[in-house]
C-alpha cells in the first residue's frame, strides 16, 4: 500500500468560493483499491470583484480572458500557498486544480477552464495536474460529470451518489452511468441574489419555502428537451443563460415563488433519474449519498425526500456523512484524479462521458522545486508513465486521420 498527499482545488459554477481539500490517499496499485482521509479542508469566498469577473468572464474578448486565465492561476496558486503554511503542512505530492468553467460546449469540441497550470506551479514545490476536460471533449466525449470516477473509486460502499452543486449530477454504481440531471444551485443563486444583491445564497431555502409553487413555470421548466435525452449528457452555463433563464421571468412572477418553484423542479428531476436508474431492478433499499452546497438549503432536502419518499415508499435512504465531506467531495476528488493521472491510471471514464475510449487525462507542471524527482512518488510516476507508454495498445490507440 502507498500513500500520496494531494490537494485539490475547486470552483464550481456556483460562485460561492474556491475549495482548497488536503486529503491522504491510501492504495495498492495493483488492484487499485482506495482508501482516503480529509486532513484540512477550507472554503475561501470570492470578494465581489472576483466574482464579477468570473461571472463575466464570457463576455471578455481574447486577450482579456487570457489575462484573467493567468490573474486566476495566480489567485489559485497564492491561496494553495497559503493553505499549506497557515496549515503547516510538510508533505505535498501534487496539487490538483479543477480550475473555474467559463465555457462548456462539447457538442462543439470546446470547454475551458480558467486558472493557468504553469502560473500555479510557481508558488508550490510539488507537480500541479489541471485541465481534465479537455482530452475528453476532443476525443468525442461530454468532459463531464468527471467526479464520478472518483466516486466509483472512494465511496464503493453507496449505490447512487448525489451531488448538488451549481448542476446536480448523480452516479449510478451498479449502472457503472453518471450524468448531470439539472441545473442546481446555478438557478437558486441567480434568484436569491435578484431577491437581494447581498445574498449569495438563499440560507437553508427559507425564501424558497415562503412562496409558492407556480404551476406554468414549473410545466415548462420539466418540459425542457434535456431531460428527454439519454445519458451521456452535460450541462453548462451556457445552457443555463439560453434555456431556463428565460423562463426565471423575475419581472413577471414573484421570486419567492420562482425558488419555491425551482425547489419543486430540482426535486423531481432528481427523483424521475433515480427511478430511471431502478429500471429493470427490483428496489428494495438503495443508498444514496448526498454532497455540495445544495445539501446546506433545509428545504431542497426536505422536498427531495418527500418526492422520493412518495415514488420509492421509503426504499432509497439518503446517507448523511460528515460536514468536511459534504462541503468538500468535489475538491477531494479531483485532488484524486490528478493522482491517477501522475500514477498513469485512468481517471475519465468513457461509459460516464461517451467518449471514444477511456483515458488518463490532465496537463502537468512541474512545481519550482527539482528535489522530489528523487523520491519514491517520482520514481513510481516515471514508472507507469514508462509502463503505459511501452503498451503494445499504445501505438494502436491512436485515433486515425
Known amino acids: 500500500m502507498s500513500s500520496y498527499i494531494a490537494i485539490g482545488l475547486m470552483s464550481g459554477s ?98 475551458f477552464q480558467l486558472g493557468e497550470g504553469e502560473t500555479i506551479a510557481s508558488y508550490v514545490r510539488c507537480m500541479v495536474v489541471n485541465n481534465f476536460r479537455t482530452k475528453d471533449v476532443a476525443l468525442h466525449g461530454q468532459g463531464a460529470p468527471l467526479v464520478p470516477m472518483g466516486e466509483m473509486c472512494l465511496f464503493t460502499q453507496y449505490d447512487l451518489c448525489l451531488n448538488l452543486g451549481g448542476i446536480a449530477n448523480v452516479s449510478i454504481r451498479d449502472r457503472n452511468e453518471a450524468y448531470d440531471v439539472c441545473v442546481c444551485n446555478m438557478a437558486l443563486n441567480f434568484l436569491a441574489q435578484r431577491l437581494d444583491t447581498r445574498l449569495r445564497f438563499d440560507e437553508d431555502g427559507a425564501a424558497a419555502k415562503s412562496g409558492s409553487v407556480l404551476e406554468s413555470v414549473l410545466g415548462d421548466l420539466n418540459s425542457l428537451q434535456y431531460y428527454n435525452e439519454l445519458p451521456p449528457k452535460s450541462l453548462g452555463r451556457e445552457w443555463f443563460e439560453e434555456y431556463m433563464r428565460p423562463i426565471l421571468d423575475v419581472k413577471r412572477f414573484r421570486i419567492n415563488d420562482l425558488l419555491c418553484t425551482m425547489v419543486e423542479h430540482i426535486a423531481q428531476q432528481i427523483t424521475a433519474a433515480v427511478k430511471k436508474s431502478s429500471e429493470g431492478m427490483s428496489v ?42 459534504i462541503n468538500y467531495k468535489e475538491a477531494l476528488v479531483f485532488g484524486f484524479l490528478g493522482l491517477r493521472c501522475l500514477l498513469g491510471l485512468v481517471n475519465i471514464s468513457k461509459d460516464v462521458t461517451g467518449a471514444e475510449r477511456d483515458s488518463i487525462a490532465g496537463s502537468i507542471h512541474f512545481g519550482t522545486d527539482l528535489a522530489p524527482l528523487n ?27
Open 284 to 325: 428494495q433499499s438503495r443508498s444514496l449519498l448526498v454532497t455540495g452546497g445544495g445539501t446546506l438549503n433545509v428545504h431542497l432536502l426536505d422536498r427531495l425526500r418527500s418526492t422520493l419518499n412518495a415514488e420509492f415508499a421509503n426504499a432509497i435512504n439518503i446517507v448523511e456523512i460528515e460536514e468536511d465531506m
Open 375 to 401: 523520491n519514491q512518488f517520482a520514481r513510481e510516476f516515471k514508472f507507469n508513465f514508462r509502463k503505459v507508454s511501452n503498451a503494445a495498445c499504445w501505438k494502436d490507440s491512436f485515433k486515425q486521420s
Open 14 to 111: 456556483s460562485l460561492d468560493g474556491l475549495d482548497i481539500c488536503c486529503a491522504e490517499f491510501l492504495g495498492d496499485l495493483s488492484s487499485d483499491i482506495w482508501s482516503h482521509r480529509i486532513i484540512k479542508a477550507c472554503t475561501v469566498p470570492y470578494s465581489e470583484p472576483w466574482a464579477e469577473r468570473l461571472r463575466t468572464a464570457s463576455d471578455l474578448c481574447g486577450e482579456d480572458l487570457i489575462r484573467l486565465h493567468v490573474d486566476y492561476g495566480h489567485f489559485l496558486g497564492q491561496n494553495v500557498r497559503k493553505f499549506i503554511d497557515d496549515n503547516k503542512i510538510e508533505s505535498v505530492h501534487l496539487v490538483s486544480s479543477h480550475g473555474h468553467t467559463v465555457f462548456h460546449q462539447p457538442t462543439h469540441g470546446l470547454t
